[in-house]
């Protein structure tokens, strides 16, 4: 008994990645470093399409094999710096942290002025995938962007170059819409994670044609798709 156990035991440990599948931001104000994220053009709060995605992962049919999943909903309303300690008693073999995009104020109000058709919606679209020089394992975490950037722009996402183009950021591609996180546009998460970690914008919902498609379920399965086809390819190259 004790040797078959054994033997379980380091064929698991062989296989198995742990990945953390959390939802950026509470759904309800816990403290004054966290929100509900941003407003849809419509006005629902980010955490919801957030959570939106997250939910797969609770669900086995959306795993990849010999992954274990954490996924962490907004509505546990665990703030920032809870998330990260409980993450980091973990330290999974990667952080994913989801969140859907918005643009400055002054740029919304232009836009919106001039009307849903307006051209100025096309600057304010797209994903993104943010890692962080300053983080453990910055090599990795760039890696994890590249794939799954890559993963997105075959299944017809935009990158979103608002960022860097309106807001001065550091995009490192800007063909596939990858930033690195560091001062002055450093992220808490990444930098305090003990594990290779991105922030996924999985698309802009203050643009309202975005915001539309981000609430189908057909777009949000392509993008959980694209997160487990860019887990299992990360794993497979170690
Ligand atoms: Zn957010």
Known sequence: MTTSY??????SAK????????SGHVSKPVSNIDNMGAKSYSGIFEYQFNDAIVRYFENERYHVPDIQYHAILASKNMGLRERVE?????????????HHDSAQADDIKKAS?????SPLWNEMSGFSVHYSEN????????????IFADEMLKDGFKPNIYHVDKEGMICVDREIGIYNRISPWGLY???????????IEC?????????????LDDTRIKIVNAINSAINRFFELK
Do not use: W
């Not at 993450?87 to 999974?92: G, L, M, R, V």
């Not at 002025?113 to 058709?117: I, L, P, R």
């Not at 983080?135 to 590249?146: G, H, Q, T, V, Y």
């Open 15 to 22: 296989t198995t990645h742990n990945v953390f599948i959390v």
């Open 135 to 146: 983080n453990l394992f910055p090599e990795k975490s760039r890696i994890f962007a590249n």
């Open 203 to 215: 698309g802009t919902i203050i643009n309202p044609h975005e915001e539309i498609l981000l609430s």
């Open 113 to 117: 002025q001039a009307g849903e058709n």
């Open 189 to 199: 998460v990444l930098n305090n994670m003990k594990s290779p970690s991105v922030v």
């Open 6 to 11: 054994n033997i379980c035991i380091s064929e």
């Open 86 to 98: 409980y993450a980091n008693e973990i330290t999974p073999d990667l952080y994913i942290e989801i």
